[in-house]
């Protein structure tokens, strides 16, 4: 297969809190040697997880599988804090590879409840990130998903209302759940500053442009990410056909007939050697670069893995 134009989305792949992650996981490997267990996916990305597992890192579901005394990695995704409790019970040596702006997520949904609201959270159910946040306040919070579940929502208080987001939900449908909220609460209260994480947003706008001009997009990114889902989805809003692949095997014949200019793009926790592998399976002759932001935000490691070497 060739093709005359791809188009390269920019930013893609990996974002700052999954970099942390991967290399917060990386130096103890170096530091510690195997085993280092890890509770869930330490990011939602089968390459990533099965290059960390030939290293060592054993990655369980819950902390039972991780035996008394041993160290365990928080995934990115963040945890609620019955799983804190558990893990100190037990004695487990833990780091806390959370994104920071998931922390921030957290921080709020303690306040907002702690002043007595109903702490609406917009976000997908089951999902990690979602679990955790809902256990920061589980008696005062509830999960919306759809702008139906907003119109059978009942609050003790409809004055003392706030909303959080999950970090990695589409920016379009999220406003409309969210405008179905303050019309129906308009009182609702919520963060200063967006909890849809600045790689989130980034790579939906490039994603956005360079569906504007190619025939088809192809988003690198496993199923269980919800940002690589939401990039698909962003593109066939604009109208453009579009498919999540794990990688260029993924890619199917059918999906290039009659395309003349491919759009690529990556979710945030999916590697930047995947997309080379795709660009240069389609044999490009013209790789055009859609560059709509620069990211330079880089997140603190925590202390128990400064000074080793790592990834980074």
């Known amino acids: 297969m060739a093709f005359p134009v791809v188009l390269l989305a920019s930013p893609r792949s990996f974002c700052a ?21 890890v509770r869930k996916q330490i990011v939602h990305n089968t390459h990533v997880v099965a290059e960390l597992e030939a290293r060592g890192a054993v990655f369980v579901d819950e902390l039972d599988a991780v035996p008394d005394g041993a160290t365990v990695v928080f995934s990115a995704h963040g945890v609620s804090p019955a799983v804190r409790d558990e893990a100190a019970r037990r004695g487990l040596d833990v780091v806390d590879a959370t ?3 998931v922390t921030k997520v957290h921080a709020e949904a303690k306040r907002y409840a702690e002043r007595g609201d109903t702490v609406v959270l917009i976000g997908h159910a089951g999902h990690e990130e979602v679990e955790g946040t809902l256990g920061e306040a589980p008696a005062r919070t509830v999960l919306v998903e759809t702008v139906a579940d907003v119109a059978a929502l009942e609050v003790p208080d409809p004055t003392r209302v706030s909303y959080l987001t ?77 498919h999540l692949i794990d990688d260029v095997s993924d890619i199917r014949e059918d999906w290039l007939d009659g395309a003349r200019v491919v759009g690529v793009s ?47």
């Open 99 to 101: 994104c920071p702006l």
């Open 166 to 242: 999950q970090t990695t939900l589409a920016m379009d449908e999220t406003a409309e759940v969210l405008a179905a909220l303050r019309a129906k609460f308009p009182a609702l209260r919520g963060p200063s500053s967006a909890d849809i994480c600045y790689a989130t947003t980034n790579r939906q706008d490039a994603v956005r442009e360079i569906a504007r001009e190619a025939d088809l997009v192809l988003v690198v990114g496993s199923r269980n990410s919800s940002n690589s889902v939401r990039l698909v989805e962003t593109a066939r809003r604009m109208g453009t056909p579009a």
């Open 266 to 312: 990556a979710g945030a926790s999916a590697p930047p050697k995947l997309v080379d592998e795709v660009v240069e399976a389609l044999g490009a002759w013209d790789v055009q670069v859609r560059e709509t932001a620069r990211e330079t935000i880089r997140f603190t490691l925590p202390p128990a893995v400064r000074g080793t070497s790592g990834r980074s």
């Open 17 to 37: 809190g999954v970099e942390r992650a991967i290399d917060i996981v990386d130096r103890l490997l170096d530091q510690r040697g195997g085993p280092v267990h």
